[in-house]
């Protein structure tokens, strides 16, 4: 049965819901996956749509299988995707390095639980911000998004797609347990009204394409595997022909490519949202469900006279250097609400570099944080008690 | 509850809770899609997610609000709905004082207990229609006539829209039989307290 890949209209679903009808909204049309609490309902829904958009939807045998098929189907051409949580997100490091290192776009969206390990399987956590920077072995960069929202979960899905392709790298969708089993209101636009990006295309002569030849913005063009173009693919360091090169200076040249497409394109990256920040005195810093604990806090903590505000943050990575070092320099203090035990507090606190205070609202995971410990710490900090 | 000027509550939180397969989460969802798309209210639901939603005391918590709901976790109910025992049992004690607390009478004993309550026998009632699996859905009519929480148009939309296709027509039959249930207690409280007065 074909139906539509856009399902304009207003609905009530859950986070994970959105987020497979953002993938194929965005134009995805390739995922494979392995089902894992609590990211099993992104591949059930996209399992149920993807043939009535004529898409794959495939089932591997591992989450280490699921990335390396995401890998190939988007070298094949077409945007590709995958879901997972907990153990799955780990099993995929090592693919997702090998997505960095050939330029890869794809998109993984990580439902996030409480771990270490198998953890508590069925509850919310946001405990994997520094392994979606760095869990991956060796040094690079990528882009990582936090829905605060089911809504969010499917515009920011499409931007994730976007991004990807824009760039060439994979690019993480990092929700949670509460977010992707939460049920709200989600308003899909018509199809035309949504913005949807495809990678640079290959052009010219196809014997003499250079598949790692840096164009605009440091980003090479694309040729998809078949289209007749010469292309070699691998995740050895690798020249501008992507042939192995196991020289230093070779190393240093694709290092500097694939940190510079990110890093000289940060302005056009980060996404941060403020909320009542212009006076504030007090500035939490959050994103995903915990930007909606803070969002209340500051609300609170504003009737008891203590000036907080939010800068949420959409994209936690690249974090947002700039934009808290410009903060530090007039605000008595950051708080850091996250449900881990201080991973993007680390950021705060390296970026506010001493000149204001740094604290965090954490929590070991398997919950929401509530107002009130946010609210607590505000009025300590500011003397209130 | 926050109550406005015209007497509406502008936030209510409810909590549904029973055995898991009861569909309980199902009358959770059914009730946020009608707040949501039926009455162009906010709302949030969170369902219980565990081992306990598929036999346990499961619990579906909903908000409805006219603004948006930044917490979506319900900690002390305005209304609770208990359709077992154990599910009375582990959430009974968090509804605020004031609040509303609807049974289903065959299958909550609450002992020493003397709060108000709302009691219908949904499931005796689903039985009688024959479909045990129907007492979601003749609770959430008896919860639409006792609380008004959603408006009945936008509760029985959304009751046709989430059921398997087939079954709706039954699926409102059930709902009409709550939601009468209801509207005759109401009455007859009524009636009761009017008399009381000597009216």
């Known amino acids: ?8 209209g207003e609905h009530f679903m859950t986070g994970d819901e959105a987020a497979a009808e953002g993938a194929l909204a965005a134009g995805c049309r390739f995922f494979a996956g392995y089902p894992i609490t609590p990211a099993t309902e992104v591949a059930e829904r996209i399992a149920e749509r993807m043939p009535q958009v004529g898409g794959t939807f495939i089932q591997m045998e591992d989450e280490i299988a699921a990335m390396a098929a995401v890998v190939g189907a988007s070298c094949a051409g077409v945007k590709s995707m995958t879901a997972t949580s907990g153990p799955g997100f780990s099993l ?10 050939t330029e890869t776009p794809c998109v993984l969206v990580n439902v996030q639980r409480a771990g270490p390990s198998t953890g508590l399987p069925t509850q919310g956590a946001q405990g994997d911000m520094m392994q979606a920077r760095w869990g991956s072995h060796g040094h690079y960069d990528l882009i990582a998004l936090a829905p605060a929202s089911p809504q969010e979960c499917f515009h920011l899905t499409i931007e994730a797609f976007n991004l990807s392709e824009t ?13 992707g089993h939460l049920s709200e209101r989600v308003v899909i636009p018509p199809a035309k009204a949504i913005k949807t990006v495809s990678r640079p295309r290959a052009k010219g002569r196809k014997d003499r394409f250079l598949p790692y030849k840096p164009g605009p913005r440091g980003v090479a063009p694309m040729a998809a595997a078949g289209e007749g173009y010469r292309i070699h693919v691998t995740g050895l360091t690798h020249d501008e022909r992507g042939y192995p090169v196991m020289t230093v200076e070779a190393q240093a040249e694709m290092m500097d490519r694939i940190m510079g497409k990110i890093r000289n394109n940060r302005e056009d990256i ?12 007090f500035v939490l810093v959050s994103y995903g469900v915990s930007a909606r604990t803070s969002l209340a806090a500051v609300d609170e903590a504003r009737e008891l006279g203590i000036r907080a505000g939010l800068l949420r943050l959409v994209t936690p990575w690249p974090f947002p250097e700039e934009k808290i070092r410009a ?14 035990l201080g991973q993007m507090h680390l950021e705060v606190e390296r970026c506010a570099g001493g000149r204001a205070p740094a604290y965090l609202v954490g929590h070991p995971g398997g919950t929401i944080i509530p107002p009130e410990s946010v609210v607590d710490m505000l009025k300590r900090i500011s003397g209130r008690t | 509850m926050t109550e406005t000027e015209k007497g509406k509550a502008e936030k209510t939180e409810i909590i549904i809770t029973g055995f898991g397969g009861q569909g309980i989460i199902l009358a959770g969802r059914i009730l946020g899609k009608a707040a949501t798309l039926g009455d162009h209210r906010e709302s949030t639901l969170v369902q219980s997610y565990g081992p306990e939603s598929r036999g346990g005391a499961c619990s579906a918590q909903v908000t409805i609000s006219d603004s948006p709901i930044p917490y979506p976790y319900v900690r002390n109910p305005d209304i609770l709905v208990c359709m077992s025992q154990g599910g009375y049992e582990k959430f009974g004690g968090l509804l605020r004082e004031e609040g509303t607390l ?55 939309d959304a009751v046709a829209e989430s059921v398997p296709k087939g079954t709706e027509e039954m699926n ?17 409280r009524r009636k009761k307290a009017s008399g009381k007065t000597g009216a």
């Open chain 1, 270 to 281: 980060i996404r941060t949202e403020a909320y009542r920040l212009d006076d504030a005195d």
């Open chain 2, 102 to 156: 609807l049974i289903d009478r065959d299958l909550v004993r609450m002992g020493e207990d003397d709060r108000p309550r709302f009691a219908i026998p949904a499931t005796r009632m689903a039985e009688e229609l024959g479909r045990k699996m129907m007492a979601n859905i003749i609770m959430l009519g008896f919860l639409t006539s006792v609380t008004g929480v959603v408006s009945p148009r936008a509760a029985r």
């Open chain 1, 1 to 8: 049965m074909t139906k539509p890949a856009v399902l304009t």
């Open chain 2, 172 to 188: 409102i039959t059930a709902f009409n039989k709550g939601f009468d249930h209801g509207a005759a207690l109401l009455k007859g």
């Open chain 1, 92 to 101: 995929m490091m090592e693919n997702l390095g090998l997505a960095v290192c």
């Open chain 1, 327 to 340: 903060l530090a320099g007039r605000v008595k203090g950051f708080v850091t609400v996250e449900i881990n």
């Open chain 1, 167 to 179: 760039y060439r790298v994979p690019v993480l969708v990092m929700t949670d347990e509460i977010i």
